[in-house]
């Protein structure tokens, strides 16, 4: 079963930071500054370790390599039920993520997971 997926608007805001900074990956942050949302980053930039949990590679048409999305292992513990979809929308978000000079944020929305849905 699949944990997480993309809005086709996301996904379009994906091929456009893909085609400006390279191959990406998503960390989803655990709360600070911006509470809790999806980091986009350059892939890499953000380091990831025994203490973070793989969701799922999230394969978008027209990018040639699938974007991993991770999140903290005490973060999944909480949303571990959950199914996460990817979206953006108007405003700013963190000034850390790629989207931020592009005037929209990345939001999760999320639902609990069951056998007939992905």
């Known amino acids: 079963m699949d944990r997480i997926a993309l809005t086709p608007a996301a996904g379009e805001l994906i091929r456009k930071l ?3 900074h390279g191959p990406l990956m998503f960390h989803q942050s ?14 890499g930039e953000f380091r990831t370790g025994g203490s973070d949990v793989l969701l799922g590679e999230l394969e978008v ?6 974007v991993g999305f ?4 005490s973060q999944f513990e909480l949303w571990a039920h959950t199914h996460l979809t990817v979206d ?7 000034g850390f993520s790629l989207e931020a000079p592009e005037g929209v944020r990345f939001l999760i929305r999320s639902r609990l997971l069951d ?3 992905n």
């Open 61 to 66: 048409d027209g990018v040639e390599e699938p």
């Open 88 to 94: 953006v929308v108007p405003g700013r978000g963190s």
């Open 18 to 20: 893909r085609a400006d």
């Open 30 to 43: 655990g709360g600070c500054c911006d509470g809790s949302a999806p980091m986009c980053y350059p892939l």
């Open 115 to 117: 056998d007939t849905a």
């Open 70 to 73: 991770w999140m903290s292992a």
